[in-house]
């Protein structure tokens, strides 16, 4: 989620910085197998169970999507949610955009 925050906070788009967020579970992918794998039994008596696992392991689509709306949701913009929650004004933002883009 904190990359998700600083790509946000660089400019990237929604769907961009989603797509980035999920990608972990590609890279984790051998970590997630095992996980499931070691654990088929328990996840055949409690389904539920494989969400959890998927989240110690790798990431959830689902909290991956929760965030960025809940973000658009309780904010006008990405502007008022740096600075509400971080204190970051705009020219804080433009500066980290400056200096890790382009």
């Given amino acids: ?16 910085v989603f797509q980035d967020y999920i990608y972990s579970n590609e890279c984790r ?8 794998k ?10 539920e169970l494989q969400e959890l696992l998927q989240m110690k392991d790798g ?3 689902k909290i991956g999507r929760d965030v960025i709306a809940n973000i658009h949701h309780r904010y006008s ?5 740096f600075e509400k929650e971080y204190g970051l ?12 883009t382009e």
């Fill in 1 to 16: 989620v904190a990359a998700m925050l600083l790509l946000l906070a660089l400019g990237c788009n929604d769907e961009t």
């Fill in 29 to 36: 992918k051998p970590f997630i197998d095992g996980s499931m």
């Fill in 38 to 47: 070691g654990h088929k039994e328990q996840i055949a008596k409690n389904p």
């Fill in 59 to 61: 990431v959830s689509e």
């Fill in 77 to 81: 913009d990405l502007n008022e949610f």
């Fill in 89 to 100: 004004s705009r020219k804080d933002l433009q500066d980290l955009k400056d200096k890790y």
